[in-house]
T-cell receptor, first 113, second 114 residues
C-alpha cells in the first residue's frame, strides 16, 4: 500500500516553460513534505520542503504547494532549464524531527532546449 | 568528510553469497538511514539509527538483512545468502538536528546478484 504516490512516471517540458510535478498521499499523520532531486549515479539531494502549517513555500525557481484537504502537493519549476532534467521524488514524514521519510516512486523530468 | 560516503559503489555477487555495504555519515549527524531503490521503484526504507536508541528495523525485508552502527558513526548493512531480488541501489543517508532539511544521501551502492 503506497502512502506517497507520484502517478506520473515521466514528464517532458520545453525550456522556459513551467514544470508541474504532482504528489498525493494517503496518511493523514503526514505533516512535513519534501522534494528531492536525483541525477543518475548520484544520491538524491534535498530540494525544498513544506510544513503542513503552510500552503506554499518558494525558493527561487521552485515552489511547493500543499493542499491538505486533498492530500496533494505539487512542485512548480519556473522557468524550467535543461539542467533540471532529473528524477524528482516526493517524500513525507509525520514530523519534521528525527523520523523516517516515506518516498514516492519518482517522476522523471526531461527539459528539452 | 563533507558528505555521506558509501562503499563499494558497485558490487556484483553470486547468488547465495553474503555482502557487506558500508556507510560513512556526515560527522556529527546523529541519525543514519538505509534505503534501497529497486528497478522502477521508489526509495524503500530499510533501517534507521538514532543516537544510542535501539534501531528501527521495521523496513528490513527479511532476516537475511541486518545492519549495525559502530560508535555512533560508520554503519554496515549485511545481506546474507543474497538472492536475485536483492539487486538494487542501496542508499545511506544521515541527518542532523531537527531534520528540517531532510537527509543527506550518499551516492549509493549498486548491488547486482547474478
Amino acid at each position: 500500500d503506497q502512502q506517497v504516490k507520484q502517478n506520473s512516471p515521466s514528464l517532458s517540458v520545453q525550456e522556459g516553460r513551467i514544470s508541474i510535478l504532482n504528489c498525493d498521499y494517503t496518511n493523514s499523520m503526514f505533516d512535513y513534505f519534501l522534494w528531492y532531486k536525483k541525477y543518475p549515479a548520484e544520491g538524491p539531494t534535498f530540494l525544498i520542503s513544506i510544513s503542513s502549517i503552510k500552503d506554499k513555500n518558494e525558493d527561487g525557481r521552485f515552489t511547493v504547494f500543499l493542499n491538505k484537504s486533498a492530500k496533494h502537493l505539487s512542485l512548480h519549476i519556473v522557468p524550467s532549464q535543461p539542467g533540471d532534467s532529473a528524477v524528482y521524488f516526493c517524500a513525507a514524514s509525520p514530523l519534521s524531527g528525527y523520523s523516517t521519510l516515506t518516498f514516492g516512486k519518482g517522476t522523471m523530468l526531461l527539459v528539452s532546449p | 568528510g563533507a558528505g555521506v560516503s558509501q562503499s563499494p559503489s558497485n558490487k556484483v555477487t553470486e547468488k547465495g553469497k553474503d555482502v557487506e555495504l558500508r556507510c560513512d555519515p556526515i560527522s556529527g549527524h546523529t541519525a543514519l538511514y538505509w534505503y534501497r531503490q529497486s528497478l522502477g521503484q521508489g526509495l524503500e526504507f530499510l533501517i534507521y539509527f538514532q543516537g544510542n536508541s535501539a534501531p528501527d528495523k521495521s523496513g528490513l525485508p527479511s532476516d537475511r538483512f541486518s545492519a549495525e552502527r559502530t560508535g555512533g558513526s560508520v554503519s554496515t548493512l549485511t545481506i546474507q545468502r543474497t538472492q536475485q531480488e536483492d539487486s538494487a541501489v542501496y542508499l545511506c543517508a544521515s541527518s542532523g538536528a531537527g531534520g528540517r532539511y531532510g537527509y543527506t544521501f550518499g551516492s549509493g551502492t549498486r548491488l547486482t546478484v547474478v
